[in-house]
């Protein structure tokens, strides 16, 4: 089965400190692969997407990196703001369509919270 | 308009009601998908729509769950006979294809069945 594995499940971090989340990913035949962010209430906002030949990609403070052999792919925080505390999801895209589960396969997030 | 716009955005309802939720994905967006979140979770798939093409129904928990999408564009999901187990935020998100771009979100249908 298809399946997005994150860690930690929460992370609580001070002001001002970088931060690595991970992703592991058991997903064929693989598309791509993006991070999202949550915040609570609101619907997720992409952050990056890689495709298999991509191993780094950046948007601002927000570094995504990707491994397709070992299939993980980790998402590095810089210099945290207090805006940064949400839910980070790993999501896997399938190369085709795939039935029940969708074309797009969710990581349950991990939780930052970022502490003045 | 700018995003996909999904409406109610909040909607409490007693069990047993039918309730409609409605999203309008971004203009020219031909993907369409219904994903639910339970509180803490992580998100659900429901149902996909690409084009004209039949939707993938799958996902769907139940037969009380069904959703239309009209002339490309607006889609409907419908809960009949709503349960309690149905509260969740309901996302509603479109992409222009089915893989490779990038896939933008609503704010989501807050449900709560009491």
């Known amino acids: 089965k298809n399946q997005v594995e994150q860690s930690p499940q929460s992370l609580i971090i001070l002001e001002g400190k970088n931060c690595t989340l991970q992703?592991?990913?058991?997903?064929?035949?693989?598309?791509?692969l993006r991070w999202y962010k949550q915040d609570t209430g609101r619907g997720p906002v992409s952050l990056t997407i890689?495709?298999?030949?991509?191993n780094t990609k950046s948007n601002g403070r927000y570094t995504a990196t990707l491994d397709a052999d070992t299939k993980q792919s980790s998402l590095h925080i810089t210099a945290s703001q207090l805006s940064d505390s949400a839910s980070y999801i790993c999501?896997?895209?399938?190369?085709?369509?795939?039935?029940?589960?969708?074309?797009?396969?969710f990581g349950k997030g991990t939780k930052l919270s970022v502490k003045p | 308009g700018a995003g996909v716009s999904q409406s109610p955005s909040n909607k409490v309802t007693e069990k047993g009601k039918d309730v409609e939720l409605r999203c309008d994905p971004i203009s020219g967006h031909t993907a369409l998908y219904w994903y639910r979140q339970s509180l803490g979770q992580g998100l659900e798939f429901l149902i996909y729509?690409?084009?004209?093409?039949?939707?993938?129904k799958s996902g769907l928990p139940s037969d009380r769950f069904s959703a239309e999408r009209t002339g490309g564009s607006v889609s409907t999901l419908t809960i009949q006979r709503t349960q309690q187990e149905d509260s969740a935020v309901y996302l509603c998100?479109?992409?222009?294809?089915?893989?490779?771009?990038?896939?933008?979100f609503g704010e989501g249908s807050w449900l709560t069945v009491v």
């Open positions: 998100a479109s992409s222009l294809q089915l893989t490779g771009n990038t896939i933008y």
């Open positions: 729509f690409q084009g004209n093409s039949a939707p993938d």
């Open positions: 999501v896997v895209s399938l190369l085709n369509y795939g039935g029940s589960q969708g074309n797009l396969i």
């Open positions: 890689m495709t298999f030949s991509e």
């Open positions: 992703c592991n990913y058991t997903v064929s035949p693989f598309s791509n």
